[in-house]
């Protein structure tokens, strides 16, 4: 059976969120117009994108790439299911507007992704099993809320100075809640560098709840520095330890094999968290794109 896939592509390699330095001057136009001449078929959001749902369409229009999905900073490990509902909304709204099928739902709750001094062995950890049960408890009604009231699967971002970061948090994660309304968006790069070096086979545990995906490579040496010398994630992402597929050490070619046996149907993201000025944004997307273009092409008889 043929990969049933389109691939997208992250507007991180032009304008990074995180450090919004990175790619700050360049116009979200420049992104639209280099990723769809490049032949991705559809983004995801940035903070430069229109907020207004008919604005939105309206832009993503103009370039003839769709609307893949975007971030949701989830606070449930540290807030109640309620607050969540009444946040989201707007969010929500705007993606079910734009013919999203699923949010990511990245857990920002107790994060430190986004403080830059704090080394990532600080990273926050559910402390018991009744920890653990609650937060999964409470994912699994706000996926509920999500499916119900607009339309949305819960795509949960396992991510490095996160709660939910080393392989043995998403199987933990995978185990507590509900595949009906919770599903796991897998990055292949966040997998490596939270410890997994088999990816392919963490892939293969978990591939039938997977319902988006993220191509992430990683530079290998530079994640064992960043290991070694007790860097924060912002300070990994500003050294290099992300690329493109293609360009660091990951083998695309098994994981490619794990999703077409299992018939996954839906978005392959390319995402690399990069300094433009030191990757290239265009040069860079392209190298993504033709990489894991030549993988689906294999296995759509192309």
């Not at 948090?169 to 070096?197: C, P």
């Not at 545990?205 to 191509?215: E, S």
């Not at 050490?249 to 999703?259: H, R, S």
């Amino acid at each position: 059976m043929a990969l049933n896939v389109r691939i997208g592509i992250n507007p991180i390699s032009w304008s990074n969120d995180d450090l919004p330095e990175l790619g700050g001057e360049t116009p979200l136009e420049t992104a639209l117009s280099e990723g769809a001449e490049i032949g991705y078929q559809g983004f995801e959001l940035g903070n430069k994108f229109p907020r207004e749902p008919a604005a939105l369409k309206a832009k993503l229009a103009e370039f003839k790439v769709a609307c893949v999905s975007g971030w949701y900073s989830g606070h449930l490990a540290v807030s109640d299911l309620a607050t969540e509902i009444a946040n989201c909304q707007a969010h929500m709204d705007k993606l079910a507007f734009n013919g999203c099928r699923v949010v990511v739902y990245g857990e920002v709750g107790g994060s430190i992704q986004g403080q830059i001094q704090t080394p990532l062995f600080k990273r926050p950890r559910f402390l018991t099993s009744r920890d653990w049960q609650a937060y999964a408890d409470r994912l699994n009604q706000f996926g509920q809320h999500l499916k119900k009231t607009y339309g949305l699967t819960l795509a949960y971002h396992h991510h490095m100075g996160a709660f939910v970061q080393a392989g043995e948090d998403i199987d933990q994660l995978m185990a507590l809640t509900d595949g009906e309304h919770v599903g796991l968006l897998f990055d292949t790069g966040h997998a490596w560098f939270g410890g997994v070096e088999d990816v392919a086979g963490l892939l293969q545990k978990h591939i039938h709840r997977v319902v988006h995906f993220h191509c992430k490579d990683v530079r290998k040496s530079v994640i064992a520095k960043a290991r070694n010398e007790n860097w924060s994630f912002l300070q990994s992402v500003l050294n290099g330890a992300f690329t493109v597929p293609g360009d660091g050490g990951i083998d695309f070619a098994p994981i490619m094999a794990v999703l077409n046996q299992a018939n996954y149907q839906g978005w392959l993201v390319v995402e690399a968290e990069q300094d433009p000025a030191v990757a290239p944004s265009y040069d860079y997307a392209k190298k993504g794109y033709n990489t894991i273009r030549s993988l689906v092409d294999h296995y759509q008889g192309r």
